[in-house]
């Protein structure tokens, strides 16, 4: 059984830094891509960013383009994603999921991913 826990959320003043973490366990993890996305109170769930199987690519959100880095350590089965220039708009749940294929393709629809995490709440105070 395939299982996601996140962990590294909490408050933050605006311009702050944090770095929440995604452990996996339950299916060779350096065979998918990883994806983060968040939930605001009354928005939708959105794309925040994804990391290839290796690493060595990523994509994200431009809304947090050059703000977020996304990286993972496959030897310890844990996707990270650090937090750098926090503003009170990236208050959300964040999720961590995983893709739904081995494809090579990293996915930015949620639906292309089928185990997520349970979720973490970041809130950054202006």
């Known amino acids: 059984q395939v299982q996601l826990v996140e962990s590294g959320g909490g408050l933050v003043q605006a311009g702050g830094s944090l770095r929440l973490s995604c452990a996996a366990s339950?299916?060779?993890?350096?065979?998918?891509?990883m994806g983060w996305f968040r939930q605001a109170p009354g928005k939708e769930r959105e794309f925040v960013g994804a990391i290839s199987r290796s690493g060595g690519s990523t994509i994200y959100a431009d809304s947090v383009k050059g703000r977020f880095t996304i990286s993972r350590d496959n030897a310890k089965n844990t996707v990270y994603l650090q937090m750098n220039s926090l503003k009170s708009e990236d208050t959300a749940v964040y999720y961590c999921?995983?893709?739904?294929?081995?494809?090579?393709?990293?996915?930015?629809?949620?639906?292309?991913?089928?185990?997520w995490g349970q979720g973490t709440q970041v809130t950054v105070s202006s």
């Open positions: 339950g299916r060779t993890f350096s065979s998918y891509a």
């Open positions: 999921a995983i893709d739904r294929s081995t494809a090579a393709t990293m996915h930015v629809r949620s639906f292309m991913y089928d185990y």
